[in-house]
């Protein structure tokens, strides 16, 4: 309890010498020990924190995000650091990398989920994993096999969600799209320009598309008001139990050569305006890591071990699934008034 008041302080750092100053002890030996040799289990904390979540913004509508973030690091000695492409840093970087689960939902958006890739070069050297305290059970896993592990999980536990959207990496995957097929679940996912439907590839297609094909429509509110764009939408076909499959287009407005393609599985009646809906919140998942990171600490962490990462990263989540619910409750309460104080200027007026 101590470390999460901790993370959700306004302590400038979230590191262990600070949050060791914020609880009032004279060393940061609590904080390790809490994170690196104390007796219990961040998969058990994981599981609380998936719980929380659907308990207080769970929704029939709710959305899966997966995507990854990158933790800069130095040295050699942290568990899965390794110079890697992270599309944090915007190119090859010496880091870890963490894939994600996020939970999008009408009463506010939060994390369910992570995992630790760890590179090929790391799950094949036995002793730097003894080292960093790999488990031995722990083997060679993409970051497409996480996200699925993940997503596994949610549906196996019960989290309410009807679709699940990401970026090319998983959009351009056949078998992480096969998965998420074989268990009913519509997605919105990226896929790249050079993406392949025969004769075509998207980008061309996307060419030969006539201007009314293109709608303008909004893909929900950004930081500067509505984002609209220009969709297209080119049903490939109906698959046996009914479900459509499409390719979805996005290009900016005034610039017809700047454009986002999606493969969308999805019901045979789904609407254009759908579509969109669901491709616009992916960009919510790039507004919780930001949140995670600068109010509860996500990327502060000191830590080099396999069990000491999980337990920060964990326990890091759970502060933020605490803010999203707490402002969520703000924001009904806040509308419960507004709607009782207009139902009593409409009574005076009558």
Request: hydrophobic fraction near 35%; charge should be positive.
């Amino acid at each position: 309890m101590t470390y999460l008041q901790g993370l959700l302080s306004r302590v400038e750092r979230k590191n262990g010498w600070q949050l060791a100053e914020q609880a009032g002890d004279e060393s940061p030996y609590g904080i390790q020990h809490l994170l690196g040799r104390a007796t219990w289990e961040a998969d058990e904390v994981r599981d609380d924190l998936r719980a929380y979540v659907v308990e207080h913004l769970g929704d029939p509508e709710g959305v899966l995000i997966v995507d990854e973030t990158g933790f800069l690091k130095k040295g050699e000695q942290s568990v899965g650091v390794q110079r890697q492409y992270s599309g944090t840093a915007g190119g090859v970087e010496n880091c870890q990398i963490g894939v994600f689960l996020a939970y999008h939902a009408p009463g506010g958006r939060t994390f369910l989920d992570r995992a630790l890739y760890l590179p090929r070069a790391w799950s094949e050297d036995a002793e730097r994993c003894q080292a960093a305290g790999v488990p031995e059970t722990v083997r060679f896993a993409t970051k497409l096999t996480l996200a699925r592990q993940m997503i596994e999980r949610a549906l196996d536990y019960g989290v309410p969600a009807r679709w699940v959207t990401g970026d090319a990496v998983y959009g351009s995957d056949s078998r992480f799209r096969r998965f998420l097929q074989g268990h009913g679940i519509a997605y919105v996912l990226g896929i790249t320009s050079g993406y392949t439907v025969r004769p075509y590839t998207v980008g061309s297609l996307a060419d030969t598309l006539p201007r009314n094909a293109w709608k303008r429509r909004s893909a929900g509110d950004g930081s500067k008001g509505p984002r609209r764009y220009e969709w297209a939408f080119h049903r490939m076909y109906v698959d046996e139990t009914g479900w459509g499959h499409w390719l979805l287009i996005r290009r900016a407005i005034g610039a017809r050569h700047e454009r986002a393609y999606y493969r969308v599985f999805a019901p045979a009646e789904t609407t254009l305006e759908e579509m969109v809906a669901v491709a616009g919140k992916r960009w919510a998942v790039e507004e919780c890591f930001e949140t995670a990171k600068g109010e509860c600490g996500l990327d502060e962490y000191e830590v080099r071990h396999w069990t000491g990462w999980h337990r920060h990263i964990t326990l890091s989540l759970l502060a933020h699934a605490y803010l999203t619910v707490v402002r969520a409750q703000a924001v009904r309460v806040e509308s419960h008034k507004k709607r009782k104080q207009r139902g009593k200027e409409k009574s005076l007026s009558r």
